[in-house]
């Protein structure tokens, strides 16, 4: 577990924070908690200011997500404890097999407060993380029916030059981690409506509603024994589709799709609270 605790750069406040990994990697998915501990000396800021964690590395924002406490920051009071949790994808960025990078790399950690008429952030919190590279054995994905690969006009990501489409029913095979896993399923829908099934093994783990947005799902997954099952059959179902054309006209492609999938993550989690 990574820890820290640090007066912060706003009078009167005190920020622990903690990962809940020991070890924080690329291609991870780790629960960054944050406790707010305001003084007596404490004043809140203007209405409308909002709270963010920022990973950047040489210039480029690796990660980057909006905390929400209980309580919005306009109205924390002094002698006070204010606390959030939130789930982090650090996407892969160092090549293991690199001698430059096999050691890692130190990723600036920053926690922000912006808005409220600010013209610029203001740093509450600032440290250097070490990140290492993903190790070897973090599961694979494979996929199996229903995937549409289409090659993407534009790199989004340093690591994908293509695009990955989830047809109405897309079956993918992740390898069994053999200890309670996270799965974390990023993508987009390009439909108004649409009802979304995500399987394990032909069970159903959740269904949900998503309009034409990017989504992001996070679930804690107990896997069969290793020795028995060695891989763990990931299933997405959607009631709607949509003709590849139809989406991007230069295209004449026919195939029938639903969501645009961007990542597919599936990880032993080394530690639960």
Do not use: H
Not at 143 to 154: A, K
Not at 215 to 228: G, M, N
Request: net charge neutral; with cysteine.
């Amino acid at each position: 577990m990574v820890a820290c605790g640090e007066k912060s750069d706003l009078k009167g406040l005190v920020i622990n924070q903690e990962f809940g990994d020991r070890i924080l990697t690329d291609n991870l998915v780790t629960e960054l908690k944050v406790k707010f501990i305001t003084t007596p000396a404490f004043s809140p800021p203007d209405k409308g200011a909002r709270l963010a964690v920022e990973l950047d590395w040489q210039g480029k924002i690796l990660c980057r997500e909006e905390l929400k406490p209980d309580f919005p920051p306009d109205l924390w009071q002094p002698d006070r404890v204010y606390e959030t949790r939130k789930f982090l994808f650090i996407p892969p960025f160092l090549n293991r097999f690199d001698p430059e990078k096999a050691a890692g790399a130190k990723v600036n950690f920053s926690l922000i407060l912006e808005g409220a008429g600010r013209k610029e952030p203001l740093i509450l919190l600032s440290r250097k993380l070490k990140i290492l590279p993903c190790p070897e054995e973090v599961p694979d994905v494979v996929y199996l029916d229903g995937w549409v690969m289409v090659r993407s006009n534009q790199r989004e990501t340093g690591y994908q030059d293509y695009e990955l489409w989830a047809g109405p029913e897309a079956v993918c095979l992740l390898k069994n981690p053999g200890k309670t896993a996270r799965l974390m399923i990023i993508g987009k829908s390009s439909l108004e409506e649409n009802t979304v099934s995500i399987f394990i093994d032909g069970n159903q783990l959740d269904k949900f509603q998503v309009g034409a947005e990017a989504f992001q799902k996070i679930y804690t997954v107990e896997v069969p024994d290793l020795a028995k099952q060695p891989e763990v059959k990931l299933t997405i179902s959607c009631d709607k589709f949509i003709k590849l054309s139809q989406i991007n006209p230069a295209q004449s492609d026919e195939r029938a799709v639903s969501l645009r999938i961007k990542k597919i993550y599936f990880r032993q989690v080394p530690y639960l609270p």
